[in-house]
């Protein structure tokens, strides 16, 4: 079984920062592409940024230049710095992992966490 448990969402004035952070744990054999998705009330799930094992970034071009993704291979986490928020951020922040375990080493599974919300408010 493999969790990915994400933390550090919170309420934030316009202009503030946030770092999220998400862990996974289980039979990990290795992790692929790490990535931060995000869905706002009334709206589809929209990547926001992924990051693969080779430390390879994209961005959603709303975000780009504000937010940065980053990993450490080490502690199975991902991490999004997310800086000069707007409104318009204001969602549930989901982390993705393509994960390899013990058990099917040949294939990546898909999985998420359970979200975190992120509100920019003033």
């Known amino acids: 079984q493999v969790q990915l448990v994400e933390s550090g969402g919170g309420l934030v004035q316009p202009g503030g920062s946030l770092r999220l952070s998400c862990a996974a744990s289980g039979s990990i054999f290795s992790i692929n592409t790490m990535g931060w998705y995000r869905q706002a009330p009334g709206k589809e799930r929209e990547l926001v940024a992924t990051?693969?094992?080779?430390?390879?970034?994209n961005y959603a071009a709303s975000v780009k230049g504000r937010f940065t993704i980053s990993r450490d291979d080490a502690k199975n986490t991902v991490h999004l710095q997310m800086n000069s928020l707007k409104p318009e951020d204001t969602a549930v922040y989901y982390c993705?992992?393509?994960?390899?375990?013990?058990?099917?080493?040949?294939?990546?599974?898909?999985?998420w966490g359970q979200g975190t919300q992120v509100t920019v408010s003033s």
């Open positions: 993705n992992a393509d994960i390899r375990t013990y058990y099917y080493r040949d294939t990546p599974y898909n999985y």
């Open positions: 990051i693969t094992s080779a430390g390879s970034t």
